[in-house]
C-alpha cells in the first residue's frame, strides 16, 4: 500500500478528533436528558413535548443554514436524537 499523503493523513486526523468530540457531546447531551426524563415522570409529564421538539428542529435547521450544513441534514440528524430520548423517557415513565 502506497504512503498517504500528508494533507489527507492531517484531514482524518482532524476527522477522528471531530468524531471523538461528536460522541462525548452526544454522550453528555444524554445524561442531561436522562435527568429531564426522570423529572417528567416524577412530575407526570408526557415522555414527548412536540412544541419543544418543533422549536428544536426549527433551530437546529436555522444554525445549519446559517453554518452552510444541509438544513434537511440537520433536521433528519435532531430528529433520529429525539426519537431515542422520547423512548428513553417512555421507558423511564414505565410507558
Do not use: Y
Not at 11 to 34: G, M, P, Y
Amino acid at each position: 500500500m502506497s504512503e498517504v499523503p500528508p494533507e489527507l493523513a492531517r484531514l482524518r486526523s482532524s476527522i477522528d478528533n471531530i468524531d471523538a468530540a461528536l460522541v462525548h457531546l452526544l454522550a453528555e447531551r444524554f445524561k442531561c436528558t436522562q435527568r429531564v426524563g426522570e423529572l417528567k415522570a416524577e412530575m407526570g409529564m408526557p415522555p414527548a413535548d412536540p412544541a419543544r421538539e418543533e422549536r428544536q428542529v426549527a433551530r437546529l435547521r436555522a444554525l445549519a443554514d446559517e453554518s452552510g450544513l444541509d438544513p434537511e441534514f440537520a433536521e433528519k440528524f435532531i430528529n433520529f436524537v429525539i426519537a431515542e430520548v422520547i423512548h428513553h423517557h417512555e421507558r423511564i415513565a414505565g410507558t
